[in-house]
C-alpha cells in the first residue's frame, strides 16, 4: 500500500528531475529512463505517473507556470496600489530567478519550441499568453484609454518575452537588472502625463 502523500513527493521528484534532465542534454536527449535514472526510481513509476515524455513535459511546466502565477499573484499583493507599481510587479515576477535559473530557462524554450506541434502544451502557452496580457492590459486601463491599454499591454508582453528570450539565449548569467530597467522604462514612457 503506498504512503499517503507519496504521489505528490514522486511527481515533484520527478519534475524536478526532467528540469535538470532537459537543462543537461536537452528535450531530445531527455528520456523517461534518463529522468527516472536521474531520480533513481524505475522508468515505469514515470510511465505510471505521468504517462509518456509529453505528460511528464505538460506536468513539468504546469508547475513552471504555477510557479510564475503565484510569483505574479505574490508581487502584485505586496506592490502599491498604482498602475505602475503593479505593472512592475508583474515585469519582476517574469524576471523572477525561479523563471530565469538554467534549468527553467531551457525547459521553457523546450515547452515554447513544442507547443507549436502538440495541442496540450499549445493550450497551456494560449492560457499563460492571456493571463499576462490581462494583467497588464488591467493596470495600463486604470490610466489609459481601452485602446491605448490594449496596445501598451501588447507591447510590453512582447517586450517581456523579447528579453527573456534574449537572456536565455545569451550563454551566460542572465542579466534580469536591464530587462528590468528597460521593462520599467517602457511602463514609465506609457504611462507618463500626456501635454
Same mark, same amino acid.
Given at each position: 500500500m503506498p504512503k499517503v502523500?507519496?504521489?505528490?513527493?514522486?511527481?515533484?521528484?520527478?519534475?524536478?528531475?526532467t528540469l535538470l534532465t532537459i537543462d543537461e542534454v536537452g528535450l531530445n536527449g531527455a528520456t523517461l529512463a534518463s529522468v527516472a535514472q536521474r531520480a533513481s526510481i524505475s522508468t515505469g513509476i514515470?510511465?505510471?505517473?505521468f504517462g509518456d515524455k509529453d505528460g511528464l513535459l505538460e506536468a513539468t511546466m504546469r508547475h513552471v507556470l504555477r510557479s510564475l502565477w503565484q510569483g505574479t499573484s505574490?508581487?502584485?499583493r505586496a506592490a502599491k496600489a498604482d498602475p505602475r507599481s503593479k505593472l512592475r510587479a508583474v515585469v519582476a515576477a517574469n524576471f523572477d530567478v525561479e523563471q530565469v535559473n538554467g534549468p527553467v530557462m531551457k525547459t521553457w524554450l523546450?515547452?515554447? $519550441?513544442?507547443?507549436?506541434?502538440?495541442?496540450?502544451? +499549445?493550450r497551456l502557452q494560449y492560457?499563460?499568453?492571456r493571463r499576462l496580457y490581462s494583467n497588464l492590459c488591467a493596470e495600463f486601463s486604470r490610466v489609459l484609454s481601452r485602446a491605448a491599454a490594449r496596445r501598451a499591454a501588447t507591447g510590453l508582453a512582447a517586450l517581456i518575452d523579447g528579453l527573456w528570450l534574449r537572456?536565455?539565449?545569451?550563454?551566460?548569467?542572465?542579466?534580469?537588472?536591464?530587462?528590468?530597467?528597460? $521593462?520599467?522604462?517602457?511602463?514609465?514612457?506609457?504611462? +507618463?502625463?500626456?501635454?
Open positions: 502523500g507519496m504521489r505528490e513527493v514522486r511527481r515533484a521528484q520527478l519534475i524536478d528531475a514515470v510511465s505510471h505517473y505574490r508581487r502584485r523546450a515547452f515554447w $519550441s513544442e507547443s507549436m506541434h502538440k495541442d496540450s502544451l +499549445q492560457v499563460n499568453t537572456g536565455a539565449l545569451a550563454g551566460g548569467p542572465f542579466d534580469t537588472k536591464t530587462a528590468l530597467r528597460v $521593462s520599467y522604462d517602457y511602463i514609465d514612457l506609457m504611462i +507618463q502625463p500626456q501635454n
